[in-house]
């Protein structure tokens, strides 16, 4: 029979506390944090005009480029200005070699005018560990921005060229959720 003294049941209590603090602490930074950046996204959104569809706007346009916003568009429908996605799947965090890991992202935005977009993702490393990533394109700034469990930074990116025009890059790949882009 296996005794458990005070002190190994104190030291189990305090090390639960502790996570469970830890644990509320990194969702409230990274929360706190995702809207600061959501505000920005939205307050750089300009209107768009026209505010339906119109196509007889693309006449001239490639026979390929008209084909597609043929089947994809309905002519008079409202235009679309900003989408939220979500997203599950694997991403290789290898570089050099390949270690795919599972993430998912609940709160992928785009919007059209100012172009931008923001992707939340949560990439499981190990069972219980994760690293929080904010991909983004705001107001003109590329950034990518990790930390472990939300709390501790791992990769800040921002505010060069070769971010910046990567995640223009970025943006303009999923403005295929945006067909009216």
Known sequence: MIFITTAWIVLIVMSAVLAILISALSVY????????LHARLEAARRPVHPLRIELGEIEGMPVPVRAYFRAALKDGRAIVTAVR????GMIDIGGTT???RPFSSSKQRVIVQRPGFDWDARVRMIPGLVVRVHDAYVAGEGMLHAALVGLFTVADLRETRDITEGKLIR???ETTWCPTA
């Open 29 to 36: 930074r990274w929360t706190r944090g995702s809207r600061i």
């Open 85 to 88: 996605v979500r997203h599950y």
């Open 98 to 100: 390949e270690r795919w």
């Open 171 to 173: 943006f303009h790949a």
